[in-house]
Every structure is written in structure tokens, then in C-alpha cells.
């Protein structure tokens, strides 16, 4: 029989992450094993989990959550396991949710997701899925809804998915990881994706929204929502100009929700979203929390105009990048 572990990344969650575990404990298809990817945790979750005879768990820097999902599922696969099971530590599932997942797999390889389920109400979907808004909705007797999956909530990989797509990017750190993860499964190594219906994760109902006014000095997590955007569509789109363009319409889009929607500091918000813009076209992943809060809370004086200059020649520099490099090689060769 083929073996199953569950990998889950935890941060500062302990009481969460109990309750996660106790679920994952407590399936009808019990596991083989429970994996936790603790990072860097400061509210005891350490110390908890050292007391957790059945569990494995893995201590390290806060690395964010591409970085807690790279280490877990490279360690699972190396430790040999079939199945990987991948959730954050804010949600649980159901008590037949691994029974019936694997019941699903019809040999065929596929990308498997539970069915993301509102944790206070049972029946909505917290993410639309396909057509569907809530369990209700789904016809009598239907399993699988195809052509859609939200990692990483209860997604269930085979070792063969990582053999051929490998693992999240820990440089992402947060934010989009997991989308780029998906894309890089279902786009460029045309893996199926489904969710199973009856295999429900429970999960608190999303409440950000970028519409929402976001504090500018301790807003760091935007920083990342707008660099690794750009990534994501490079994975999505097989062609590079076309996932520019989808680029450049997201961040007409987000410019547009600053002037509309946002309440306080307008200007800096604008000045501020084209670092990370920057950072996209130049591949600089080495921004982390705090060296992002610190720029912040600094209350640097983003120029609006300078800014946008410096965002036009990166851009311009980074289209002109091939045609220059082949004029350096024909003067070489001259």
C-alpha cells in the first residue's frame, strides 16, 4: 500500500496548528506520517511539538510559506513517501477527507485538492470553485470538479508530480508561491488538476482584500503580493510578451484600487509599488520582512516621479537586454 504524509507549515499558530494535527490524527485512513514545518515560531510551538511523540517535525528561519512548503514536501520526498498531503497550519479536514481523496485516484496522474470549505458555516466554498459557491450547489453523486484546485489547502501531490515539477520557490517567501506552484504543475507540465468534492478541508473565510486601506508602514506583505505577480504570469503564460502585458494590466489595475479605494498615504502607496516592480524585472528576491519593514517605518520619502523613472529605464533596460547582448557578441566576433 502506498504511503501517505501529511506535510503542514505552522508560524506563530500553535493553538491553529493543534487543531489541524488533531484532525489529521483522527482520519479514517489513518497516515503514515505527520510532518510539520515550523518557521521560527516564537509562542511556544517549539517547545509543543518536542512533546509530540508521533510527530516529525522540522525547525527552522522563518523562511515564509514557500520556504516552509519547499523543506516539507523535499523532505517527504526524500524520505520516500507516495503521497504528500500539504496544508497550512489555519485549517483542518474533515475525518474522511484522506479516505476520500485516495478513493479518487484513478491511477491517472493528477493534482488532487479537498474541497476548500468555510470553516463557521460547513457548506460554502471559500474560494469560488468552478460554477459553484457552496456544497449545496453541487449535483447529487458528483465527486470530481475538474479543471480546478486551491493550494495549499489539504492538495495531495504524488512523488511522480515532484519528480516532474519539483518543488515551491522558497525565494517567493509569501504570497503567490503557491499559485506559481500550481501553474508551473498545470501549465507548463500539463498535470490535470481536479477537486474532490467529498473530500472537504475546512478554512477560515478569506478576509484580505487589497480594496481594504492597508497601513503603509507595516504593509510589507504588498511588497510581495505585487513582485511575485509577475512571476506568476511568466509560469501561466508559455509566451513571454503576453505575460507582460497581463502584468502590466494587473498594475494599471492595482494603481487604479490605490487612487480609488485607499484612504491614507495615496502617494507613498504609489511610489512604493514600484520596488517591488523593480525587483520583478530584475529577479532581486533578496528583500525579506524586515528589511522591508525597515524601509517603511522609516517613512523614506518614496518620489513619485523618481520612481516611475526608475521603473521606465529598468523597464527599457530589461527589453533591450537580448538586442544588446547580441551586439556585444557580433563586436566580439568582429
Not at 180 to 200: L, M
Given at each position: 500500500?502506498?504511503?501517505?504524509?501529511a506535510?503542514?507549515?505552522?508560524?506563530?499558530?500553535?493553538?491553529?496548528?493543534?487543531?489541524?494535527?488533531?484532525?489529521?490524527?483522527?482520519?479514517?485512513?489513518?497516515?503514515?506520517?505527520?510532518?510539520?514545518?515550523?518557521?521560527?515560531?516564537?509562542?511556544?510551538?517549539?517547545?509543543?511539538?518536542?512533546?509530540?511523540?508521533?510527530?516529525?517535525?522540522?525547525?527552522?528561519?522563518?523562511?515564509?510559506?514557500?520556504?516552509?512548503?519547499a523543506?516539507?514536501?523535499?523532505?517527504?520526498?526524500?524520505?520516500?513517501?507516495?503521497?504528500?498531503?500539504?496544508?497550512?497550519?489555519?485549517?483542518?479536514?474533515?475525518?474522511?477527507?484522506?479516505?476520500?481523496?485516495?478513493?479518487?485516484?484513478?491511477?491517472?496522474?493528477?493534482?488532487?485538492?479537498?474541497?476548500?470549505?468555510?470553516?463557521?458555516?460547513?457548506?460554502?466554498?471559500?474560494?469560488?470553485?468552478?460554477?459553484?459557491?457552496s456544497?449545496?450547489?453541487?449535483?447529487?453523486?458528483?465527486?470530481?470538479?475538474?479543471?480546478?484546485?486551491?493550494?495549499?489547502?489539504?492538495?495531495?501531490?504524488?512523488?511522480?508530480?515532484?519528480?516532474?515539477?519539483?518543488?515551491?520557490?522558497?525565494?517567493?517567501?509569501?504570497?503567490?508561491?503557491?499559485?506559481?506552484?500550481?501553474?508551473?504543475i498545470v501549465?507548463?507540465?500539463?498535470?490535470?488538476?481536479?477537486?474532490?468534492?467529498?473530500?472537504?478541508?475546512?478554512?477560515?473565510?478569506?478576509a484580505?482584500?487589497?480594496?481594504?486601506?492597508?497601513?503603509?508602514?507595516?504593509?510589507?506583505?504588498?511588497?510581495?503580493?505585487?513582485?511575485?505577480r509577475?512571476?506568476?504570469?511568466?509560469?501561466?503564460?508559455?509566451?513571454?510578451?503576453?505575460?507582460?502585458?497581463?502584468?502590466?494590466?494587473?498594475?494599471v489595475?492595482?494603481?487604479?484600487?490605490?487612487?480609488?479605494?485607499?484612504?491614507?498615504?495615496?502617494?507613498?502607496?504609489?511610489?512604493?509599488?514600484?520596488?517591488p516592480?523593480?525587483?520583478?524585472?530584475?529577479?532581486?528576491?533578496?528583500?525579506?520582512?524586515p528589511?522591508?519593514?525597515?524601509?517603511?517605518?522609516?517613512?523614506?520619502n518614496?518620489?513619485?516621479?523618481?520612481?516611475?523613472?526608475?521603473?521606465?529605464?529598468?523597464?527599457?533596460?530589461?527589453?533591450l537586454?537580448?538586442?544588446?547582448?547580441?551586439?556585444?557578441?557580433?563586436?566580439?566576433?568582429?
Amino acid at each position: 500500500m502506498e504511503k501517505v504524509i501529511a506535510v503542514v507549515v505552522t508560524y506563530n499558530r500553535q493553538a491553529l496548528l493543534s487543531e489541524c494535527i488533531t484532525a489529521l490524527r483522527n482520519q479514517s485512513r489513518p497516515l503514515d506520517a505527520i510532518l510539520i514545518v515550523n518557521n521560527g515560531s516564537t509562542d511556544g510551538t517549539e517547545a509543543w511539538l518536542s512533546q509530540q511523540p508521533d510527530l516529525i517535525f522540522i525547525n527552522q528561519d522563518n523562511v515564509g510559506s514557500s520556504g516552509g512548503f519547499a523543506s516539507g514536501i523535499s523532505r517527504a520526498y526524500a524520505d520516500g513517501y507516495d503521497w504528500i498531503w500539504c496544508m497550512d497550519d489555519d485549517g483542518y479536514p474533515k475525518a474522511d477527507a484522506l479516505e476520500n481523496l485516495l478513493a479518487a485516484d484513478d491511477g491517472c496522474l493528477r493534482l488532487l485538492n479537498c474541497a476548500v470549505i468555510d470553516k463557521e458555516d460547513k457548506k460554502s466554498f471559500v474560494w469560488k470553485t468552478q460554477q459553484y459557491k457552496s456544497l449545496d450547489e453541487v449535483e447529487a453523486g458528483r465527486t470530481i470538479i475538474e479543471g480546478i484546485g486551491h493550494p495549499f489547502n489539504g492538495t495531495m501531490l504524488h512523488r511522480r508530480i515532484v519528480e516532474r515539477a519539483g518543488v515551491p520557490k522558497p525565494k517567493y517567501f509569501l504570497w503567490g508561491d503557491e499559485t506559481e506552484y500550481y501553474y508551473r504543475i498545470v501549465k507548463r507540465n500539463e498535470i490535470p488538476v481536479c477537486t474532490v468534492a467529498n473530500s472537504i478541508h475546512y478554512h477560515p473565510a478569506t478576509a484580505f482584500s487589497i480594496k481594504k486601506d492597508w497601513d503603509y508602514a507595516s504593509g510589507w506583505k504588498m511588497y510581495f503580493y505585487i513582485r511575485n505577480r509577475f512571476h506568476i504570469h511568466q509560469v501561466k503564460f508559455s509566451n513571454k510578451l503576453v505575460a507582460l502585458l497581463n502584468y502590466c494590466c494587473f498594475l494599471v489595475a492595482f494603481t487604479g484600487i490605490v487612487l480609488l479605494f485607499q484612504k491614507t498615504d495615496k502617494i507613498k502607496k504609489l511610489g512604493f509599488i514600484m520596488w517591488p516592480v523593480a525587483d520583478a524585472f530584475n529577479n532581486n528576491f533578496e528583500a525579506t520582512p524586515p528589511l522591508i519593514l525597515a524601509k517603511l517605518k522609516a517613512r523614506e520619502n518614496f518620489s513619485l516621479s523618481g520612481s516611475i523613472n526608475g521603473y521606465l529605464k529598468t523597464t527599457w533596460l530589461n527589453i533591450l537586454a537580448p538586442f544588446s547582448t547580441r551586439t556585444e557578441r557580433r563586436a566580439a566576433n568582429a
